[in-house]
């Protein structure tokens, strides 16, 4: 068996194309939030206009985590990302790259308490609250969401895990076992140890 800290060149280009991939829809999901920002300022409530985009932005860092179950490949893959959209033109500029990092500490904490040996459902859910929480607290600290009405951070924060759960926890894991099942992902581990529990139930595949 592939030792888990052992890292081939197929894994390097896959974080690669995830990097690139979702540096753009990244990007996309700024102006989007920008746009959304800018409708709901007249209602008083601008500070959402982001939040239902917070899941997307950890998507990078969750399939690659859940697809390679390597230490630090969300934080790679969330850091790569960030910093080809900073390239590619976010107006807020080089602090995204910081917020990449804590998108994927965020995400793959409770995996790496784990030992990268449990990929359920649960621990995708549980992942994508912690990683919302986490990069809550991150915005709190610096980008002055302690100035936001409590009421208001609330409702950001449920929106957050809400969007967060649906891409991440829910979304993540139903497309990379499509993946796995079209045969895109083999190789890879979580390829591997999907066919290990196929073998184990005595299913022919």
């Known amino acids: 068996m592939q030792n888990v800290n052992e890292w081939k060149l197929k894994d390097v280009l896959l974080i690669a194309i995830l990097a690139v991939l979702f540096g753009v829809v990244y990007l996309g999901c700024t ?10 300022t007249p209602l008083g409530m601008a500070s959402l206009g982001y939040e239902p985009f917070y899941g997307i932005y950890f998507i990078a860092g969750a399939f690659g985590v859940f697809i390679l179950r390597k230490p630090g ?3 790679i893959a969330e850091l790569l990302a960030a910093i080809l959209e900073c390239l590619m ?35 995708m859910i549980l992942a994508s609250v912690i990683c919302s929480v986490f990069t809550m607290i991150y915005n709190l600290v610096i980008s002055g969401y302690n100035q936001i009405a409590v009421p208001v951070l ?12 649906i891409f991440d926890g829910l979304l993540v894991p139903v497309l990379s076992m499509k993946l796995v099942k079209a045969g895109l992902l083999k190789g890879y581990a979580v390829s591997e140890e999907m066919q290990v529990e196929i073998d184990d139930m005595g299913i022919v595949s």
């Open 31 to 40: 102006y989007m939030g920008g746009i959304l920002y800018g409708a709901l």
């Open 154 to 165: 609330a409702l950001m924060m449920v929106v957050r895990i809400v969007s967060a759960i």
């Open 89 to 123: 033109g976010n107006y807020f500029g080089p602090i995204i790259i910081l917020s990449g990092i804590v998108q994927g500490l965020g995400i793959e904490l409770i995996i790496m308490f784990r030992r990268y040996k449990d990929f359920s459902y649960g621990t």
């Open 73 to 75: 490949s969300g934080i």
